[in-house]
């Protein structure tokens, strides 16, 4: 049963570098002591919590029962602002291992109850995890490396990061150190170091998703918008594919994009169609395989 109102308490937690990674913790407003399940919302590239409708989204999941923990990757380049990359010397070294670790420390935080509730418990053996884009590509290798999750759902997910690095990027990074990219909402010129490119080479085998996929028995949906532009929908049939657990599922939404026809800043008072099926079937396969 769906409760109508959401307490939301926001807070950080030390990354290993020792830098704050900031979370939302959404809530279901009910009576004190419930126990309540966990879904972790990760971000994509050129990401963050607060990005269009996923407060929306968060606060939508966590009316049918769960505690919902939305965080900012460390290194994503969004300071204490929430809203704006001003932090673009943390977003060039945004490497993957730290996202990963990120997420590591974030369930640690949550089963020493540094992220706890007043009146409810977060019950830490039922994790799950949501990811867009390269969100969903650390979710899985997330999912692969943290015993604790229970439960998968990627959106628009990335198969394989190293197949994104472009030739004229590691040219970049071989002769400068850096390359660069625009950010076509801001306008903002971002740097992504060379350490980022080193640590997705050398630490494939616990980074990629195509890799980490392989290692997942428990249950995962895979949904991918059918006009992505920015990630082929073959990347989460192919994670579907790969994955061995006999509780799986792929789903494509027609006439979806990447973001699923939801952009920043988000006013609309209701979803897209195509965001709002997206929604429907990550709290179906939630409330079967969580609750």
């Not at 307490?7 to 407003?29: C, Q």
Request: glycine share 6%; hydrophobic share 35%.
């Amino acid at each position: 049963m769906k409760v109508s109102r959401v307490e939301k308490n926001s807070g950080n937690v030390e990354s290993a570098d020792g830098l704050p990674i900031y979370y939302d913790l959404y809530t279901p407003y009910s009576t004190s002591g419930s126990t309540l399940p966990i879904i972790i919302f990760l971000h994509g590239f050129k990401g963050f919590k607060d990005w269009g409708a996923f407060p929306d989204a968060c606060e939508e999941l966590s009316k049918t029962g769960f505690a919902v923990l939305a965080m900012n990757f460390s290194h994503n380049g969004i300071g204490e602002n929430m809203l704006e990359f001003d932090q673009l010397d943390l977003f060039e070294k945004g490497t993957l291992s730290r996202d990963l670790d990120d997420i590591g420390s974030v369930i640690e935080a949550v089963k020493s109850r540094e992220i706890s509730t007043e009146k409810d418990v977060l019950d830490s053996d039922r994790i799950g995890i949501i990811g867009h884009s390269r969100g969903g590509h650390t979710a899985v290798a997330a999912t692969a490396e943290y015993s604790e999750i229970m439960a998968l759902v990627t959106w628009s997910a990335v198969a394989n990061y190293n197949e994104r690095w472009s030739e004229a990027m590691i040219e970049d990074w071989n002769n400068k150190g850096y390359t660069e990219i625009k950010n076509s909402r801001t306008n903002q010129i971002m740097r992504i170091g060379k350490e980022v490119y080193d640590d997705a080479i050398a630490n494939e085998d616990r980074l990629m998703a195509i890799k980490r996929v392989q290692e997942i028995y428990i249950p995962s949906m895979f949904i991918a918008g059918k006009d992505d532009e920015a990630v082929p929908f073959s990347e989460s049939e192919k994670l579907y594919r790969t994955c061995p657990s006999e509780l799986k599922e792929v789903r494509l939404i027609e006439n979806a994009g990447h973001t699923f026809n939801v952009a920043h800043p988000f006013e609309e008072e209701t979803f897209p169609e195509e965001f709002d099926e997206v929604l429907d079937l990550t709290e179906g396969w939630f409330l079967e395989n969580l609750k």
